[in-house]
């Protein structure tokens, strides 16, 4: 069983282009966590999304920043117009069931995707 | 913000035990307390969780104090490949800045 797949893994824009981040969760999950993390700090949550829902986002920057989870494919975390500031590792984490209501007691992380803006 | 405070670097000597804490004051009767870790470049892994008893899995041990108020990760013999950022979480989902744990040979 594949784990949590996460792409591009490295990806390099300058200011003011947009960065799009896939994530590809395990295979039977539906709810899918993304998260920051800038350098030597611990990760930040942006945003908690289940098929087609987002159902908490208080995490995320209220401007340029936005995540989809369709219906089919991966869910997607978007950055328009990208400042220096947004460099970071973006981590995205996916559960069988909604993290905490179940006793399963695991998020899975993928690898990340680390975005440098020139 | 995490509901969860952690000392931010922790060391230990190889195979000797560590214990890392963590304090949730206000933690509610429905939180589950889960430890996470995070090795170099990669990410996070989960270590262990529990609601109210102690728990043993093959990675650690979480001690849980009667109150729940606070709780201690246990690795009973570290490894230089134990050294990772340890997160103490609650079902908020949100991390804190962790303790980083060094592993001295």
């Known amino acids: 069983n594949a784990g949590v797949m996460q792409n591009p893994r490295h990806l390099v824009r300058r200011r003011g282009q947009e960065a799009r981040l896939r994530c590809s969760p395990m295979?039977?999950?539906?709810?899918v966590y993304w998260y920051r993390q800038l350098p030597e700090e611990g990760l930040k949550f942006m945003v908690y999304l289940q098929k087609e829902n987002i159902i908490d986002e208080s995490g995320m920057p209220k401007e340029r920043f936005s995540a989809e989870f369709p219906k089919e494919g991966p869910s997607i975390l978007r950055i328009q117009q990208v400042v220096r500031g947004d460099s970071a590792a973006y981590f995205c984490?996916?559960?069988?069931?909604?993290?905490?209501?179940?006793?399963?007691?695991?998020?899975?992380f993928g690898e990340g995707s680390r975005l440098t803006v020139l | 913000d995490a509901k969860t405070t952690q000392p931010n670097s922790m060391e230990s000597n190889e195979e000797e035990p560590v214990h890392l804490p963590c304090n949730h004051s206000?933690?509610?009767?429905?939180?589950?307390i889960h430890w996470y870790r995070q090795l170099p470049s990669q990410g996070p892994e989960y270590v262990i969780h529990g609601l109210t008893s102690n728990v043993n899995n093959r990675m650690a041990s979480l001690a849980i104090a009667e109150d729940r108020k606070s709780s201690t990760l246990i690795l009973h013999r570290a490894t230089l490949r134990d050294a990772a950022v340890y997160y103490c979480?609650?079902?908020?989902?949100?991390f804190g800045a962790g303790t980083r744990l060094t592993v001295k040979p």
């Open positions: 206000t933690i509610s009767g429905t939180d589950y």
């Open positions: 295979k039977g999950h539906s709810h």
């Open positions: 984490a996916s559960s069988p069931f909604r993290f905490g209501k179940v006793n399963t007691g695991e998020l899975f």
């Open positions: 979480i609650l079902n908020d989902m949100r």
